[in-house]
């Protein structure tokens, strides 16, 4: 019998490379809002305690909810930088959640985890006195520019992972690691980078390239194909 575990999900970006009025989080795919179908991904798994979104201040968008899947949603406001959003969602995570619980940190814009990745993370994740991430192997050849813009050379792939979330870490690890960044002006961009600044080494999950974020008019189109094809 493990203890259950809570979620943080960074939810308070603007979605510039979106474009539009509304932040990509809020719009409909299937008539429900992207972040309804990521909250419902994480708590669907019977190991998911509750989820705090961090959203941004004075966020018109947020349609309120305090309960979903029959488990607590409860929100706060975030930051300039989602590594700055991350720390203020574990900061007023509830004072349940100890200090050496594991954590899940989940995008929003990610509305497509498989349910199996969640639940290999968790099982694999919590078994490491660090944690894990979920990640995909790198599939393209890679290439190394030059100043000009032409090829100086090809990176070998071999060992190359594409980090994806969630990403498993203990709470009290993960706020001292993304404090510590801040603190010598690194900008982390996911939770493993904190954690390796620290010296840990975060274990690699393997997980599905359809666990993909949503940046762009076209991965919105993407996911409404991979629910059609979740219902059809
Ligand atoms: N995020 C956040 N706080 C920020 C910036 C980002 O909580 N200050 C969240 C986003 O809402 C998103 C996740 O972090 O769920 C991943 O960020 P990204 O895909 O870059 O989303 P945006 O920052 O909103 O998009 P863009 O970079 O195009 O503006
Ligand atoms: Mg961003």
Same mark, same amino acid.
Do not use: H
């Given at each position: 019998m493990t203890t259950r575990v809570w979620a943080v999900v960074?939810?308070? !970006?603007?979605g510039t490379r979106f !474009? !539009?009025? &509304?932040?990509?989080?809020y719009l409909l795919a299937a008539g429900e809002p992207l972040l309804a179908h990521t909250l419902e991904a994480l708590l669907s798994h019977p190991g998911v305690a509750g989820v705090m979104v961090v959203i941004a201040e004075?966020?018109?968008? @947020?349609? !309120? @909810?305090?309960?979903l899947a029959g488990k607590p949603v409860v929100t706060c406001s975030g930051g300039d930088t989602r590594a700055a959003s991350v720390l203020a969602g574990l900061q007023a995570l509830?004072?349940? &959640?100890?200090?050496?619980d594991f954590v899940l940190v989940h995008d929003a814009?990610?509305?497509?985890?498989?349910p199996g990745d969640l639940a290999r993370l968790l099982e694999v994740g919590r078994a490491d006195p660090v944690g894990a991430i979920l990640a995909a192997p790198v599939r393209d050849t890679l290439k190394r520019a030059g100043d000009d813009g032409g090829i100086d050379r090809t990176e070998p792939r071999e060992r190359l992972w594409r980090a994806l979330t969630p990403q498993l870490f203990r709470r009290h690890q993960l706020t001292r690691a993304l404090l510590d960044a801040a603190a010598a002006g690194v900008a982390v961009t996911d939770e493993a980078m904190a954690m390796e600044r620290q010296g840990a080494r975060p274990l690699l999950v393997e997980g599905d390239?359809?666990?993909?974020? &949503?940046?762009t008019p076209a991965d919105l189109a993407r996911f409404e194909f991979e629910l059609s094809r979740r219902d059809g």
């Open positions: 960074p939810a308070a !970006g603007r !474009g !539009g009025p &509304v932040p990509k989080q004075n966020d018109a968008d @947020w349609p !309120g @909810w305090n309960a509830p004072e349940s &959640v100890r200090a050496d814009a990610r509305p497509n985890l498989p390239e359809r666990n993909f974020k &949503v940046t």
